[in-house]
């Protein structure tokens, strides 16, 4: 079980309550990222809560147990990353376990999962245009008829929005993610309308009991989990980006105009798009181009 600790006022989860772990709870909630703070903590209340050893029978068996469980390598990764961190940080601290250093261990290092295209239909544009919650159904407009990350979207205000452009602030790894983006009138329509419907004076998305918070990513997956769950569909926040940007290459618009709107640091990364075979792409927007604004 988790418990809670309050530390610099704030409080978070925690694993051992012992001095010696202490440290690590303040090193993670010095990162100010909710996120991280959370998925590090539950990925380790997992290890030490089954048992496994230090050791690389631990991590092996630690490995094995989540793809046992269907557990996808990349999820794997992040778990291994999160153990490895903890451990390397004890060990700078004077507890003498060098497993963190298991880390650099190819054969640990499982392979990625391919990420295969989920191409949106006409009933997945009809179900998001018909979801009763008036901040999801917009949340999903907006993903499919931009481009932007679920973060950046998250991340909007209602300043962001001038005219028919999108200012995106959120500076992330890619150098090119702060920018702004073109978006259709209609959409601006549906923003505008959004706003002044709900009084929205912060974040475009924020939590329903308190306006000056942004809707968290935990809140939005479980939405988007719950939407697919009841429709039998299996679309991911990434599948609205590939959506939107095969759209763009279909209509042969510039490389570099698809960079910037994608936030893209270079054009090769569209490759991701345009090596799918043509007639993917066909398929992909086959009869349902024009249902977009």
Avoid at 82 to 99: C, M, P, R, T, V
Avoid at 187 to 216: P, R
Avoid at 281 to 288: F, G, L, P
Wanted: hydrophobic share 40%; proline share 1%; glycine share 2%.
């Amino acid at each position: 079980m988790l418990s809670k600790i309050t530390i610099n006022k704030r409080q978070i989860l925690i694993i051992l309550n012992k001095p010696e772990y202490i440290d690590y709870y303040i090193y993670l909630n010095n990162l100010k990222k909710e996120r991280t703070i959370k998925n590090n903590l539950l990925v380790l209340n997992k290890w030490f809560k089954l048992n496994f050893t230090a050791d690389l029978n631990g991590i092996v068996s630690f490995i094995n147990y989540h793809k046992n469980n269907n557990v996808t390598n990349n999820v794997i990764n992040n778990y291994l990353s999160s153990i490895f961190n903890f451990y390397e940080f004890q060990y700078l601290k004077g507890i003498h376990n060098d497993i963190f250093k298991l880390k650099n261990n190819k054969l640990l290092k499982l392979k990625k999962n391919v990420t295969n295209f989920i191409p949106f239909n006409k009933k997945n544009i009809i179900l998001i245009e018909n979801i009763k919650n008036d901040k999801y159904r917009l949340l999903f407009q907006i993903l499919l008829n931009s481009g932007l990350r679920i973060s950046e979207c998250l991340d909007l205000k209602v300043n962001d929005i001038k005219d028919n452009l999108i200012y995106v602030r959120r500076v992330l790894k890619t150098n090119n993610s702060k920018r702004k983006i073109v978006i259709k009138y209609k959409l601006v329509y549906l923003i505008e309308e959004y706003i002044q419907k709900y009084n929205i004076k912060e974040f475009l998305f924020h939590k329903n009991k308190n306006k000056n918070t942004k809707l968290s990513y935990s809140d939005a997956i479980s939405f988007l989990n719950k939407f697919n769950k009841k429709h039998n569909t299996n679309i991911t926040f990434h599948s609205f980006r590939h959506y939107y940007a095969l759209k763009l290459i279909k209509f042969n618009i510039n490389e570099i105009a698809i960079m910037q709107q994608l936030g893209h640091a270079s054009t090769d990364m569209l490759n991701i798009y345009i090596n799918y075979d043509k007639t993917d792409i066909e398929e992909a927007m086959k009869d349902y181009l024009n249902e977009l604004f």
